[in-house]
Nanobody, 122 residues
Framework: QVQLLESGGGSVQSGGSLRPSCATSGYTYSTYCMGWFRQAPGKEREEVATIATGGLTRHADSVKGRFTISRDNAKNTLYLQMNNLKPEDTAMYYC????????????????WGQGTQVTVSS
């Protein structure tokens, strides 16, 4: 079965960096669209970034220029490089997968990891 396992979260000060990763198994990773989402307490879950099978990426306006999503198809692993972190980036970060090579927004993400916590202090 599809399994997603995030790691690499943590606590940093404002301006710091983190690089969460998402190890995957149970499916043909290279053929799936992958994404990072986050949810802060009391807020709705929001899409942070997605990456298609060919490497085409999309990032939310709130993280553009600071976060970069990437994937290593040989290692079946997804990454999120997070630079210049701000307190408003504090949230639980989740990776997700869907069977849409080009990350069609009409297709939902059925597969989710358990999340990794990111906390940014001012």
């Amino acid at each position: 079965q599809v399994q997603l396992l995030e790691s690499g979260g943590g606590s940093v000060q404002s301006g710091g960096s983190l690089r969460p990763s998402c190890a995957t198994s149970g499916y043909t990773y290279s053929t799936y669209c992958m994404g990072w989402f986050r949810q802060a307490p009391g807020k709705e879950r929001e899409e942070v970034a997605t990456i298609a099978t060919g490497g085409l990426t999309r990032h939310a306006d709130s993280v553009k220029g600071r976060f970069t999503i990437s994937r290593d198809n040989a290692k079946n692993t997804l990454y999120l490089q997070m630079n210049n972190l701000k307190p408003e980036d504090t949230a639980m970060y989740y990776c997700a997968a869907k069977t849409s090579r080009w990350c069609d927004p009409r297709v939902s993400f059925p597969y989710w990891g358990q999340g990794t916590q990111v906390t940014v202090s001012s």
